[in-house]
């Protein structure tokens, strides 16, 4: 089973539109996470056909910001648990493995309000026992050596994140290939 996730900061421009296109045919996940679509539920549908998807879930933008979206491979495996604004929460039943629960969630961009998804994260816990795994773009990292450039990443951003991933009984990944899930600025290395 293939998961991909992407912050596609965007769906309305037509190079990321082809991005998740291509995206799509060379990796074949049987589920896509998209969040900070920024676009409406017509965009994403369109996204839906165009990669030959059986099923989706879509949670539009929202002004300005926002917009987050599941599409799946094979429809009678899912089933929608709960969504939000920024959050989507299956249960995916696979024959013959049982069921489990996928989450893709886009964490709370200002870091003044990141204690918003970190509660969100304790809350969704409490409501299911089902083997669980968290998927998008959280807005956080777990030590300042899963950054690139920019300033130090607050202590206190870092430890609260750990302490809810440690509350919810979660384990950060190792990443495979490139090496940091945050980098400031684009282009070449110095």
Known sequence: MSIISCNCHGLGNPWAFQFIKDL??????????????LSKKDVVERLWV??????????????????????WRCSEEVHLLEYGLNYIDVSIEVIDHGKWRLTGLYGEPNRSLRRRTWELLRNLKEKSSLSWCIIG????????QD??????????????FIEVLED???????????????????????
């Open 50 to 71: 165009a990669i030959g998807f059986d099923g989706a879930f879509v949670v539009g933008v929202q002004g300005k910001s926002g917009g987050v979206a599941l599409l």
């Open 147 to 160: 950054k690139n450039g920019g300033n130090p990443y607050p202590n206190w951003l870092v430890n609260g």
């Open 137 to 144: 773009d959280f807005n956080n990292v777990t030590s300042q």
């Open 168 to 190: 919810c009984g979660l384990y950060d990944l190792e990443l495979n290939g490139y090496p940091f899930t945050w980098e400031r600025g684009r282009g070449t290395v110095d």
């Open 24 to 37: 799509v045919v060379q990796k074949r996940p049987n589920f896509l996470f998209l969040c900070e679509t």
